[in-house]
């Protein structure tokens, strides 16, 4: 990723904190920065995430204290550099307590954390994404499998955690795992957004779920039945793993049936006399969040 400047602004004053810059002034292009941006609000045109010149594109990622501006090639995608810009100013603010009067002397030993976040990021965030699954959720890892469902229907998961047979917990979670084979083992699934996590993938993902706990219950009865190739068991978790989240996600997420305190989704549910429906252990996926961080991922729902 070819990046020609990176700048840090404080986003109250419009001072420049930090720059890596060679052939422009920090201040100035900061000022200029701070004018475009405050002539779209004016106008009433939404926050600014980038602009382009006849060669260059500078890439806006907006935080509660700085914005963080990157100049880089036109031909670059997006979404990759917004999410690069977003996390140099995540990773700014949490190493220093930004005052109404910042000294920019205070902020020069940023360029070590800078160069570590430019070398991770040579490495793709997906195989980050499975170190961090093979120390949180143990198991035998499978990255980017393509998993058949019902009705020809083939499905890519990022990375999949096969923890082996599920433990069942009393005589309800034995009856399920007997009857319906596609809850006895212990599945993850995990999808990684190398980005700010929208309300629309969340969703798509969390309803792609049930279609493995549907579909697969047909032919797999017993154990016995395997008549077809479709990917046979309902996930017992499912996690996404995301640079940040938007807030709309939170909404929609806190709308999940709810388990004991955990949000999760049912493959099956069984009623039982006057008490109802009761979802046995066995047949529970239950759904996660987690905000990427360098040090160690931060679970932000569950």
């Given at each position: 990723?070819?990046?020609?400047?990176?700048?840090?602004?404080?986003?109250?004053?419009?001072?420049?904190?930090?720059?890596?810059?060679?052939?422009?002034?920090?201040?100035?292009?900061?000022?200029?920065?701070?004018?475009?941006?405050?002539?779209?609000?004016?106008?009433?045109?939404?926050?600014?995430?980038?602009?382009?010149?006849?060669?260059?594109?500078?890439?806006?990622?907006?935080?509660?204290?700085?914005?963080?501006?990157?100049?880089?090639?036109?031909?670059?995608?997006?979404?990759?550099?917004?999410?690069?810009?977003?996390?140099?100013?995540?990773?700014?603010?949490?190493?220093?307590?930004?005052?109404?009067?910042?000294?920019?002397?205070?902020?020069?030993?940023?360029?070590?954390?800078?160069?570590?976040?430019?070398?991770?990021?040579?490495?793709?965030?997906?195989?980050?994404?499975?170190?961090?699954?093979?120390?949180?959720?143990?198991?035998?890892?499978?990255?980017?499998?393509?998993?058949?469902?019902?009705?020809?229907?083939?499905?890519?998961?990022?990375i999949v955690v096969d923890r082996g047979k599920k433990k069942a917990e009393g005589i309800l979670d034995k009856?399920?795992?007997?009857?319906?084979?596609?809850?006895?083992?212990?599945?993850?699934?995990?999808k990684v957004i190398d980005g700010v996590a929208g309300r629309g993938e969340v969703l798509d993902f969390i309803?792609?779920?049930?279609?493995?706990?549907?579909?697969?219950?047909?032919?797999?009865?017993?154990?016995?039945?395997?008549?077809?190739?479709?990917?046979?068991?309902?996930?017992?978790?499912?996690?996404?793993?995301?640079?940040?989240?938007?807030?709309?996600?939170?909404?929609?997420?806190?709308?999940?049936?709810?388990?004991?305190?955990?949000?999760?989704?049912?493959?099956?549910?069984?009623?039982?006399?006057?008490?109802?429906?009761?979802?046995?252990?066995?047949?529970?996926?239950?759904?996660?969040?987690?905000?990427?961080?360098?040090d160690y991922p931060e679970r932000v729902f569950h």
């Amino acid at each position: 990723m070819q990046i020609d400047g990176i700048v840090i602004i404080d986003a109250v004053s419009g001072v420049p904190l930090f720059s890596k810059l060679t052939s422009i002034d920090s201040t100035l292009f900061s000022g200029f920065v701070t004018a475009i941006r405050s002539f779209s609000s004016e106008l009433s045109l939404g926050g600014l995430s980038s602009f382009t010149t006849e060669e260059k594109n500078i890439f806006l990622a907006a935080r509660k204290r700085v914005v963080t501006a990157i100049i880089a090639s036109a031909s670059l995608e997006f979404k990759k550099v917004y999410s690069l810009a977003y996390q140099i100013g995540e990773a700014f603010e949490e190493m220093y307590e930004i005052t109404e009067t910042p000294d920019q002397e205070s902020f020069k030993d940023f360029s070590e954390r800078l160069e570590e976040i430019l070398k991770e990021k040579e490495v793709p965030f997906l195989l980050q994404a499975v170190e961090f699954a093979k120390k949180e959720f143990g198991g035998e890892v499978s990255i980017k499998p393509e998993l058949k469902v019902g009705h020809g229907k083939t499905v890519v998961i990022d990375i999949v955690v096969d923890r082996g047979k599920k433990k069942a917990e009393g005589i309800l979670d034995k009856l399920v795992q007997k009857v319906w084979a596609a809850f006895s083992e212990n599945i993850t699934f995990i999808k990684v957004i190398d980005g700010v996590a929208g309300r629309g993938e969340v969703l798509d993902f969390i309803e792609s779920l049930k279609g493995f706990g549907d579909e697969s219950l047909r032919g797999f009865h017993d154990n016995k039945d395997h008549t077809t190739e479709e990917f046979p068991y309902f996930p017992a978790q499912a996690a996404i793993i995301a640079r940040d989240y938007s807030p709309t996600v939170f909404e929609e997420v806190e709308k999940l049936l709810r388990v004991e305190g955990k949000a999760c989704i049912p493959g099956v549910h069984v009623t039982w006399g006057a008490r109802g429906k009761i979802f046995p252990d066995s047949s529970k996926c239950f759904i996660e969040l987690w905000r990427w961080k360098q040090d160690y991922p931060e679970r932000v729902f569950h």
